[in-house]
Nanobody
Framework: QFHVVESGGGLVQPGGSLRLSCAVATLNGYAVGWFRQAPGKEREPIGCSSSDDGRSYYREIMKGRFTISRDRAKNMVYLQIDSVKLEDTAVYYC?????????????????WGQGTQVTVQV
């Protein structure tokens, strides 16, 4: 079983910031994507970190407040959320897949974490 574990979720006030972490077994050759699922909604992609050069790519509507980065030495990928909004309340997932580059689509990933809950409230 390929190790993928999210952490860093919790309660945050609107306008605040939060950094989620994703620990994976290895980043060598693996793309990592970030996704979220709000209550009553389908899982949606946020963006991904390329296996080739660590560059990040985002779903168009997610650009601006979300930043994905990776620390290859630690086998960690991070999701920074700035200017948090109430509608950011969701379970956030990361997923890994052995491929060149990365794809911003859930179907492209084989290995998923259990998710970490982010709740935004006043």
């Amino acid at each position: 079983q390929f190790h993928v574990v999210e952490s860093g979720g919790g309660l945050v006030q609107p306008g605040g910031s939060l950094r989620l972490s994703c620990a994976v077994a290895t980043l060598n050759g693996y793309a990592v994507g970030w996704f979220r699922q709000a209550p009553g909604k389908e899982r949606e992609p946020i963006g991904c970190s390329s296996s080739d050069d660590g560059r990040s790519y985002y779903r168009e509507i997610m650009k601006g407040r979300f930043t994905i980065s990776r620390d290859r030495a630690k086998n960690m990928v991070y999701l920074q959320i700035d200017s948090v909004k109430l509608e950011d309340t969701a379970v956030y997932y990361c997923a890994a897949d052995r491929r060149p580059g990365c794809i911003v689509a859930a179907a492209a990933y084989d290995h998923w974490g259990q998710g970490t809950q982010v709740t935004v409230q006043v």
